[in-house]
């Protein structure tokens, strides 16, 4: 999977949340489904996006769910 498809569905699950007016609950529901429903392999390659890029062509909302799963993956 290129990384240009990953980052599109990556925003297209934080496009569905997105209109959650609480912002912390849906920033916790994208990293939810990240850690969920998307594979390892998935995941992971998200992370090394994120570590190289910063999350360069991420939401904001997808950001900030992909630095708590950053976080996930350090601890």
Request: hydrophobic residues 45%; proline residues 3%; charged residues 25%.
């Amino acid at each position: 999977m290129s990384n240009e498809h990953l980052l599109e569905m990556a925003n297209d699950i934080g496009a569905y949340f997105v209109s959650d007016k609480n912002h912390a609950r849906a920033r916790d529901a994208v990293h939810q489904h990240f850690r969920r429903f998307w594979e390892p392999r998935m995941r992971q390659k998200l992370l090394a996006h994120f570590a190289l890029t910063g999350g360069a062509g991420l939401d904001p909302l997808v950001l900030e769910a992909v630095a708590e799963l950053a976080k996930d993956a350090a601890s």
